[in-house]
């Protein structure tokens, strides 16, 4: 009798001890989340400053500042559209014609979607350097 009860003792401490880290990894599980999420949530502030100030530049004229920022921005992510497309209207408007074409075309290639946005740039370069 008196083992009976040791073994259901032990069957029950090895149960706590599962369910234990079972929640131990839960509690891990959900700590990782929670950074992943917070991780996504300041790449996207991030991302929704630079595309603020970039506008701001670009509609205050600010176009050697708008270079930098941009410039700046490329640095971590080389291929980063908005970055590219900013780049692109600040030499556009400093009538670097030969950079902003190449930057209008890179934006063209990298994001499909944004053709129509950056072709009547490339056709009034094309008229302008024709």
Not at 58 to 72: P, T, V
Request: with cysteine.
């Amino acid at each position: 009798m008196e083992n009976e009860i040791l073994q259901s003792l032990n069957e029950i401490k090895i149960i706590m001890y599962i369910v234990l880290a079972v929640l131990g990894l839960g509690v891990v599980l959900a700590v990782f989340m929670i950074i992943g999420v917070t991780s996504k949530i300041l790449k996207y502030k991030k991302q929704e400053e630079f595309n603020f100030l970039g506008q701001e530049m670009l509609d205050k004229d600010c176009n050697k500042e708008l270079i930098e920022h941009a410039k700046e921005h490329l640095e971590e992510r080389p291929n980063h559209t908005y970055a590219l497309w900013y780049l692109a209207k600040a030499y556009y408007n400093l009538k670097n014609y030969a950079q902003a074409k190449e930057l209008f075309e890179k934006v063209g290639k990298i994001e499909p979607s944004w053709l129509e946005t950056v072709e009547p740039y490339l056709d009034e370069i094309k008229d302008i350097q024709d």
